[in-house]
């Protein structure tokens, strides 16, 4: 093993380790009760700066030249959600746009609830992901990068040409994976997972995301160091509703819930479950990306579909030009937001 391969190793290893320390329940949409472990991950360490966990945020000073490797809009088209809790009695309510339950066996009190969006096609989703990345790449260029085309970036590193591509519209851990038009689908670390849904966001498989080692995550900063530019890979999650849940918990004074209100949102995450982020690998990185991930949900209050269902089951019949349109507005918001975190480490 190189000294590079150990490093990685390590990196990944202590990374793994910081994120399992994390108390990461979902209220609201938004993790809490996350410690943060300063140095957990790499020399660096980890924090929490607005709406953003960031580490390694030493990796962003500096940056001016960019190129993008990765640009993926993940949909998700359906998520179930559960809590648990010992012995308490079962409650469900619904008012056609809001929808908590609540179930009891005879053991133990769980809180369950599955979800499923309708109506928005392909076609739809397309034009978000080419919006969203027109959007990014203008919020880096008003913020002073320069913007290096995927064409160029290939030429500059022709091993970028050779990475093994997933077809558009996969199916991965945050639904479906959109790239604009002329790009390319890359899965980053975790993405090829399936999504956790004990109430422990995310977790359970932790260990599979540690040693997750996807070409775009491994590869990327070998690009930095041979076009001699910052590498950036991003993940946006356009979700169709907001969840909250108690987690599992053997605490019985704690209530148990898992709670789901319909809205257009960009979807947050933690270090131990990404969902929207920003990767970063300078010329100079030694492997270690730093990384911004969006900890706060982006949310549209804009209608966009009418909520059906019930006993823990619920669809979301969305009309998909109201859908787009509040697609659009939380995606700019989020991609300001993005660009924003960069900036204010750089």
């Known amino acids: 093993m190189t000294c590079y391969s150990r490093l990685l190793l390590l990196g990944s290893t202590l990374l793994a380790f910081a994120a399992s320390l994390e108390g990461a ?7 809490q009760d996350v410690k943060m472990y300063h140095g957990g991950g790499g020399p660096t360490g980890q ?8 580490q390694h945020c030493d990796e962003f000073k500096g940056a001016k030249r ?13 998520n179930s959600l559960s809590a648990s809790l010992h012995t308490k009695p079962s409650s469900t309510t619904s ?18 609830l599955h979800t499923a969006l309708q109506g928005v096609d392909q076609a739809t989703r397309q034009r978000i992901a ?9 919020e880096l260029q008003r913020a002073g990068y320069e913007v290096v085309p995927t064409e160029q970036l290939g030429k500059q590193a022709p091993e970028y040409l050779t990475w093994k591509s997933q077809p558009n519209f996969t199916k991965g851990r945050f639904g479906t994976y959109v790239a ?3 790009r390319n689908v890359y899965f980053l670390q975790g993405d090829s997972a399936k999504r956790d849904v004990s109430g422990k966001k995310g977790q359970l498989f932790l260990p599979f995301r540690a040693l997750d080692r996807p070409e775009a995550m491994t590869r ?3 690009l930095a160091y041979d076009a001699k530019l910052g590498i950036i890979a991003v993940t946006l999650v356009i979700d169709y509703g907001v969840y909250s849940t108690t987690g599992e918990t053997r605490k019985k004074r704690d209530e148990v819930k898992v709670e789901f209100e319909k809205s257009v949102a960009v979807q947050s995450g933690s270090f131990a479950d990404t969902a929207t982020l920003v990767d970063y690998w300078g010329p100079k990185s030694g492997g270690f990306a730093g990384i911004a991930v969006l900890a706060a949900p982006v949310r549209s209050d804009q209608p966009f579909g009418e909520l059906s269902g019930g006993d823990g089951n619920v669809v979301v019949k969305a009309d998909a030009a109201k859908f787009e349109q509040a697609a659009l507005e939380v995606a700019r918001t989020a991609d300001a937001k993005l660009v924003a975190a960069m900036v204010g480490e750089r």
């Open 47 to 54: 924090k929490v700066v607005g709406d953003f966990m960031i």
């Open 66 to 78: 960019v190129a993008i490797s990765v640009f993926n809009v993940a949909f998700p088209d359906e």
């Open 95 to 112: 008012n056609g746009y809001y929808m908590s339950v609540t179930t009891t066996t005879s053991f133990h009190k769980t809180s369950t």
């Open 130 to 138: 080419d919006a969203a990345y027109a959007d990014f790449v203008a």
């Open 25 to 31: 329940i979902v209220k609201e949409g938004i993790t």
């Open 180 to 182: 604009p038009t002329g």
């Open 220 to 222: 990327s900063p070998y």
